[in-house]
């Protein structure tokens, strides 16, 4: 775990500083594009079950429901002008670096549930999948993303909890990268 949290907080250091621009830029393209705050704080569970709140850019309307997109009736309604460009592109996944930076979250491991998530929690917890530090990206999210069911997504972080290592976490962020280039993977 000691060298994993080290890898993990260097290269948040180093990609900040290299997507300091692009973050300001889709920060500016945020506020310039929608009313609301820049961020939006999500109450995430992360490792042991601990609440965290975690920052994404905001990509829909400060009137949204809070719960996992895919349980919205119509989310397209809800996101805001760029709001699907930077869900597709992940761009609204680069204030995690903080989460990171805090020892929050990790580059890979389970994506952080949201608090309200009761079904998925309860399976993580019962595999013991609750030990990890959530992820940015993991096995699930390159094996279908928000395209899988709860019980298929719980297999593969059972899966990464049984294989973690770093070659296996290095494969995973390259694998990440094809899909984010790709865009597969991603309803919304």
């Given at each position: 775990?000691?060298?994993?949290?080290?890898?993990?907080?260097?290269?948040?250091l180093i990609a900040a500083a290299i997507?300091?621009?692009?973050?300001?830029?889709?920060?500016?393209?945020?506020?310039?594009?929608?009313?609301?705050?820049?961020?939006?704080?999500?109450?995430?569970?992360?490792?042991?079950?601990?609440?965290?709140?975690?920052?994404?850019?905001?990509?829909?309307?400060?009137?949204?429901?809070?719960?996992?997109?895919?349980?919205?009736?119509?989310?397209?309604?809800?996101?805001?002008?760029?709001?699907?460009?930077?869900?597709?592109?992940?761009?609204?996944?680069?204030?995690?670096?903080?989460?990171?930076?805090?020892?929050?979250?990790?580059?890979?491991?389970?994506?952080?549930?949201?608090?309200?998530?009761?079904?998925?929690?309860?399976?993580?917890?019962?595999?013991?999948?609750?030990?990890?530090?959530?992820?940015?990206?993991?096995?699930?999210?390159?094996?279908?993303?928000?395209?899988?069911?709860?019980?298929?997504?719980?297999k593969f972080d059972v899966e990464y909890l049984e294989r973690r290592?770093?070659?296996?976490?290095?494969?995973?962020?390259?694998?990440?990268?094809?899909?984010?280039?790709?865009?597969?993977?991603?309803?919304?």
């Amino acid at each position: 775990m000691g060298l994993k949290r080290a890898v993990d907080f260097f290269l948040a250091l180093i990609a900040a500083a290299i997507l300091l621009v692009p973050i300001l830029v889709v920060a500016l393209c945020v506020r310039l594009t929608s009313p609301g705050p820049i961020l939006y704080w999500s109450k995430r569970v992360g490792r042991f079950n601990q609440i965290f709140l975690m920052p994404k850019f905001r990509s829909m309307r400060v009137d949204t429901p809070t719960v996992a997109t895919h349980l919205l009736e119509d989310p397209d309604r809800f996101l805001t002008p760029i709001g699907s460009f930077l869900r597709k592109s992940s761009l609204d996944e680069l204030p995690q670096l903080w989460c990171i930076l805090e020892g929050k979250m990790s580059f890979v491991g389970p994506r952080p549930a949201l608090y309200n998530q009761y079904d998925l929690i309860e399976l993580r917890t019962a595999h013991g999948v609750d030990k990890l530090l959530p992820g940015l990206t993991g096995w699930a999210q390159i094996n279908g993303r928000d395209e899988l069911p709860i019980p298929e997504k719980v297999k593969f972080d059972v899966e990464y909890l049984e294989r973690r290592s770093f070659g296996f976490d290095i494969s995973i962020l390259f694998m990440t990268a094809e899909k984010v280039i790709r865009r597969k993977g991603i309803r919304h």
